[in-house]
């Protein structure tokens, strides 16, 4: 399982993406609300939730599709779908340990990997909205 906003999507997200699907046998991409990318970043992605959604959901190596919790830290996907492994971005917010400690309390135990980045420098959202 990954997460992401997946703004703009960009050979870095796909990378990230790849990596994870290596990790196990199905690869589901959650999709970050509007709502909650305004939380986390303070502003609301150019692009909304269903343009993003249907963009990654078109990935021919992303096996499954979902939109997030409308609240976050409640994992109700994350219980949907108990995922043997989480891959978290290189710049994704949430520390390994205290994720695995908050799922490990509703009784989910992912193998929880970082994925390194692919040339930051060069492919990372923020730097393609300053380019724009």
Do not use: C
Request: aromatic share 8%; no cysteine; net charge positive.
């Amino acid at each position: 399982m990954a997460f992401g906003t997946f703004d703009i999507l960009h050979p870095g997200h796909k990378f990230y993406l790849k990596q994870a699907k290596k990790l196990g046998d199905k690869l589901v991409v959650v999709v970050a609300r509007d709502e909650n990318v305004k939380t986390l970043k303070g502003k609301m992605p150019l692009n909304n939730e269903e343009k993003r959604f249907a963009i990654v959901k078109a990935l021919d190596f992303v096996d499954e599709a979902v939109l997030g919790d409308r609240e976050m830290r409640k994992w109700a996907v994350v219980k949907r779908f108990h995922p043997t492994t989480i891959a978290l971005g290189y710049d994704q917010w949430a520390s390994i340990l205290s994720l695995g400690k908050e799922l490990a309390k509703i009784g989910l135990q992912p193998e929880i990997v970082r994925i390194k980045a692919f040339k930051p420098e060069k492919h990372k959202s923020s730097l393609l909205k300053k380019s724009d």
